[in-house]
């Protein structure tokens, strides 16, 4: 197996659950006092770290990639979790929220790395799940630091106590033609945010209909 981004010995796991996204909502977890994994066919499953291969994909990335390469835009991420659960109020369905308040420094550069930080993850669910999607598009934006033209950003403000699920992780729900994908939305949430990551070729119809969030736009994001 190769890295999906270099080429290289795909040897490192991405996480599906970022590992400050882990800590942040359960803390120190033990052995004695596990959080627990649910899935189809998988229920209860005792989760005993932030760091193991239940909460991981197959590896597909090589160390670099997924370290050194990718770091600023883990850290793009985690500091809009951070920035997004000190708002107050928190936003609403319908609101608008501006990005300068997530990202007061260094906008365009982190709007980018949380851009490429949702590529990564839904271009490693591709992989992972034998969906056609473009990722060598998405390696080629990841490697020159360049925003994919076709995938946009849905954030959602969940109502508080809506699931039981404090971190879902969704699969990927996908549009195929003539052997290729020609859309796809997955979404990630933790606590009450909720992101909906979603691809589609140019020209189809769901480019146009999806009101979502590209860093061209920078400025400005609504919650659905």
């Known amino acids: ?58 590896p597909s990335l090589c160390q670099e990639c997924n370290n050194a390469r990718t770091q600023p835009h883990d850290r793009a991420w985690a500091k809009f979790v951070a920035n997004f659960r000190a708002l ?9 929220v501006r990005m300068r308040r997530i990202y007061p420094t260094s906008l365009r550069e982190s709007s980018i790395a949380l851009h490429l930080y949702f590529l990564k993850q839904l271009g490693c669910h591709s992989v992972q799940n034998n969906v056609p999607l473009p990722i060598h598009q998405f390696a080629t934006c990841i490697l020159s630091g360049n925003a994919h033209p076709c995938v946009k950003l849905i954030f959602v403000s969940v109502a508080p106590g809506s699931s039981k699920y404090q971190i879902q992780v969704g699969e990927i729900n996908a549009l195929n033609r003539g052997g290729k994908t020609v859309s796809a939305v997955w979404h990630y949430r933790i606590e009450t945010l909720g992101v909906f990551v979603s691809y589609a070729e140019p020209g189809h119809p769901l480019l146009t209909d999806v009101r979502g969030w590209h860093p061209e736009d920078i400025g400005v994001t609504r919650f659905a």
């Open 1 to 58: 197996m190769h890295c999906w981004i270099c080429g290289k010995q795909a040897n490192s796991a991405e996480h599906m659950v970022k590992a400050s996204d882990f800590r942040t909502v359960f803390g120190h977890v033990t052995h004695k006092s596990p959080v627990y994994r649910h899935s189809i066919g998988d229920i209860n499953r005792p989760i005993r770290g932030a760091d193991v291969s239940p909460i991981k994909f197959e």
């Open 88 to 96: 107050r109020p928190r936003p609403k369905a319908g609101e608008t």
